[in-house]
């Protein structure tokens, strides 16, 4: 107990001691030893890897689980820190997708699963559990392979350079200690050393300055001997945390190669509810009964808009007929018909549909074919067409249409 109390009395004391140097160095009382630049480089580095991989980290568990309190699933964070504490697997739980899904099924049979509405809602929940299912693939794919390397990084890597660095700044001021009791032990040496005045009526001071004379001396030598031992500490702590240090490289590498793998697993997820969404598209278009587009409205869309977004603010017909790309990640990367001229076209043998149009439709150029409002014409698709148009034909004319301003017709 006795030896405990010492050593932290100890400890207590080169705590203030390097406490009382460090504010000395902020206020420019004291030396400071200085690390060379490119060992400054990189502790630059360093702390900028740190703080960004701490906000990547965080910000892709937001995109990940934006609010789950808001989906069913309050505390769900709690219940995922303490099971990462208790180093157990946290149980698989329903996305969102899947709970609007399970409701929608339960909501057609309430309603009845053999009217309009309750098949509709069946076919929609339906996707809704796979576009659930496709998601939680995804976030799994994403936590095992992007999030948890970063996790380990800032929680294991990091962790080591930080006491590797703190140990190398006492280090560091255990030196300019060194450096300091040496500078004073040699003025006081100096001073001591000075030339005596022989004159002196009293011999016992002559005496008494040639003795101080040799304890500073013995003092400088006790005080070189530490400063040697500091500097080799110090040296020895200053590679071991430079090789730390240049790791950091290695640590880029990895987040580089975890970063295409999320980038690609995030492609794969909306390719798969990309297709999720034009199969029921087609499944919903086969529906009796089943309403594509505002038939009722009368006004057409913004002709500023672009069609994908009059496909979202007026409710798009189902383009059953276009042809769909096949590039997985890019649907809408097929490349457009250019300088289409009209007389060129040639209609093919099968797949034309009859559609109706939905409203007035003025053609922006030669190659586009202008519309009335409740007409009648056929439509088909061409290879590598932008899916949001179509070939349409009235009698002997013909040109491109946007699919937002028709109803595909069976």
């Known amino acids: 107990m006795d030896f405990n109390m010492k050593k932290l009395a100890s400890d207590a004391g080169v705590f203030f001691t390097r406490a009382v140097q460090f504010t000395e160095e902020k206020l420019g009382q004291a030396e400071k030893t200085e690390l060379d630049a490119h060992f400054e480089n990189l502790l630059a580095r360093a702390d900028g890897t740190k703080n960004w991989t701490e906000k990547i980290l965080r910000q892709t568990e937001v995109l990940l689980q934006p609010n789950p309190s808001l989906s069913g699933l309050p505390g769900a964070r709690v219940e995922e820190f303490l099971y990462e504490k208790l180093d157990r697997k946290v149980p698989s739980r329903v996305t969102n997708g899947e709970l609007l899904a399970q409701y929608m099924i339960e909501a057609a049979n309430d309603f009845g699963p053999g009217t309009p509405y309750g098949k509709t809602l069946i076919k929609v929940g339906e996707t809704e559990r796979r576009l659930g299912g496709a998601e939680r693939d995804f976030i799994h794919s994403a936590s095992i392979n992007f999030l948890s390397p970063l996790r380990n990084f800032l929680e294991g890597d990091w962790r080591t350079i930080s006491k590797e660095r703190r140990i190398l700044e006492n280090r560091r001021l255990d030196l300019d200690a060194c450096k300091a009791r040496l500078k004073k032990a040699k003025a006081a040496e100096a001073k001591a050393a000075a030339v005596p005045d022989f004159n002196e009526t009293r011999p016992r001071n002559y005496i008494l300055s040639a003795s101080a004379s040799a304890l500073w001396s013995d003092e400088v030598e006790k005080a070189e001997h530490e400063l040697r031992m500091a500097q080799t500490e110090f040296d020895r702590q200053a590679e071991v945390t430079r090789l730390l240090l240049e790791g950091i490289s290695s640590t880029h590498v990895n987040h580089l190669r975890c970063l295409h793998e999320f980038a690609e697993a995030q492609a794969t997820y ?106 009648m014409i056929t439509v088909y698709s061409l290879p590598g067409m932008d899916p949001d148009w179509l070939i349409g034909e009235r009698g002997n004319q013909k040109g491109k249409v946007p699919v937002t301003y028709l109803e595909l017709l069976s």
């Open 270 to 375: 909306y390719a798969q509810c990309y297709q999720y969404m034009l199969d029921l598209q087609k499944q919903l278009g086969r529906l009796p009964g089943t309403f594509v587009g505002n038939v009722e409205s009368t006004s057409p869309p913004p002709t500023t808009a672009s069609p994908t977004a009059m496909a979202a603010a007026t409710g798009p017909a189902v383009p059953t007929i276009p042809v769909v790309p096949t590039v997985v990640g890019a649907p809408n990367s097929a490349p457009t018909v250019e300088g289409l001229n009209p007389g060129d076209v040639k209609p093919p043998a099968s797949g034309t549909r009859k559609a109706r149009v939905l409203y007035d439709y003025q053609a922006a150029d030669s190659g586009e074919l202008s519309l009335l409002a409740d007409e």
